[in-house]
C-alpha cells in the first residue's frame, strides 16, 4: 500500500492562493490516480468532498464544480507528487485536506466517490479568512 503525505496548507486571506503537495512513497508506479479530498469543520470522515482527481496514467484531471477554474492538478512524475494550486480562495473552501490514492483504473463516473481510493494521508490544514 503506498504512503501518501500532505504538505503545503496554512492560512490565507480570501482571494489569495495556496500549493499542496502529495508525496506519493513507495509504488507510485502502480499508483493509478491520486485525488484531493476535503473534510469541513463539524463534518464526518464519510462526508468528505472530493476536490479534485489526477488520473495519473491517461495525464487527466478531475475537478469539482465548486473548484473549476480555481484550483489547478498536476503531476509530477519524477518526483512523484502530486501537487493542487488552488487560487481565488474562498472562506468556503477552509478545510483539512487529504490527498488518497488508487491502485485501480479510475473510472470517469465515480472519480469523486471515496470509495474509489484506498490510501489516504494523514491531511494538511487550510484556512481562508474573509
Known amino acids: 500500500q503506498v504512503e501518501l503525505m500532505e504538505s503545503g496548507g496554512g492560512s490565507v486571506q480570501a482571494g489569495g492562493s495556496l500549493t499542496l503537495s502529495c508525496e506519493v512513497s513507495?509504488?507510485?508506479?502502480?499508483?493509478?490516480?491520486v485525488a484531493w479530498f476535503r473534510q469541513a469543520p463539524g463534518q464526518e470522515r464519510e462526508e468528505r468532498e472530493a476536490v479534485a482527481s489526477a488520473d495519473l496514467v491517461n495525464r487527466r484531471p478531475y475537478y469539482a464544480d465548486s473548484v473549476k477554474g480555481r484550483f489547478t492538478i498536476t503531476q509530477d512524475d519524477a518526483k512523484e507528487t502530486v501537487t493542487l494550486l488552488m487560487d481565488n480562495l474562498k472562506p468556503e473552501d477552509t478545510a483539512m485536506y487529504y490527498c488518497?490514492?488508487?491502485?485501480?483504473?479510475?473510472?470517469?463516473?465515480?472519480?469523486?466517490?471515496?470509495?474509489?481510493?484506498?490510501?489516504w494521508g494523514p491531511g494538511t490544514q487550510v484556512t481562508v479568512s474573509s
Open positions: 513507495k509504488y507510485y508506479l502502480s499508483t493509478n490516480a
Open positions: 488518497a490514492a488508487s491502485p485501480f483504473r479510475l473510472r470517469v463516473s465515480s472519480w469523486w466517490h471515496s470509495g474509489e481510493y484506498n490510501s
